[in-house]
């Protein structure tokens, strides 16, 4: 019996010996390939920094180091559809990130790729992030809970109750509706082809409503076929092949 004990622990040690060259290989030459990509962007070879620093997502997955160069070449080479995506991906992993922010409103704007005037509700719902308004949900009813639990104790005059019970309320309902707004947008699509065109019915014959720019941020809402159904930024909405668009988080 010890024996077996013994074996089975130098094979453990034994394959953690093995498989430790094999993981600082592969990191060395994905230190090589990121090297790689970025000379190809300084040598203005934005085609193979593209292909080198895909690799890399396909390497190791997201990052929003990779992400945003990864943007920075698709959008040296012209490619506006997948410059925004990549900027919209790399934003949600550094939120913050005011270079990131400020390149991808410059391709907008360079594009010609301006949102339609929010009305003011929507305005008020996009103030925070769909996070931070799910924590202002949560805080309302902490808030109103621990009032109720202090009011068990401590009587409060019949003004005060309303007016704290109110305004609670009041908080939780405002969250409420922002946090499912933000939530219904959460995920929007890009259009990554140059040539797109929103359809009235999810057929290749149907008519055309109008052409829609590459970069546009979509928010698909159905699917029928080879098709989505889409609300773009303008509040256009209409049919465009599936393949047209690539969402932001992209669930495949």
Known sequence: MKFFRLRYFFSII????CIQPAISNGGEDEDQLFRQANEAYSRQEYD?????????TKNTGFSAAVLYNL??????AGKIGPAVLNYERALRLAPGDSDISGN???VRKESGLFAGEYPCAERFFRILELGQWSELLLLSLVLFTLFRLVALKHRFSG????TVASSCLLFFCLAAASTFYRYRH??????????????????????SIGAIQEG?????????????????????????????????????
Do not use: C, M
């Open 186 to 207: 959460f995920n929007p699509a890009v259009v990554i082809v140059a040539d797109g065109r929103l359809l009235i019915s999810p057929f290749a014959s149907a008519a």
């Open 104 to 106: 991808l409103d410059l």
């Open 14 to 17: 034994l394959s953690v010996l």
């Open 159 to 162: 003004r005060v109750g309303t």
């Open 216 to 252: 546009r941020l979509v928010y698909p809402e159905k699917e029928h076929g080879d098709f989505t159904y889409v609300t773009d930024e303008t509040k256009r909405t209409g049919w465009i092949p599936s393949s047209s668009i690539v969402r932001v988080s992209d669930r495949q």
């Open 71 to 76: 943007a920075n070449s698709y959008a040296r």
């Open 48 to 56: 193979q920094a593209i292909t080198h620093y895909e690799q890399l």
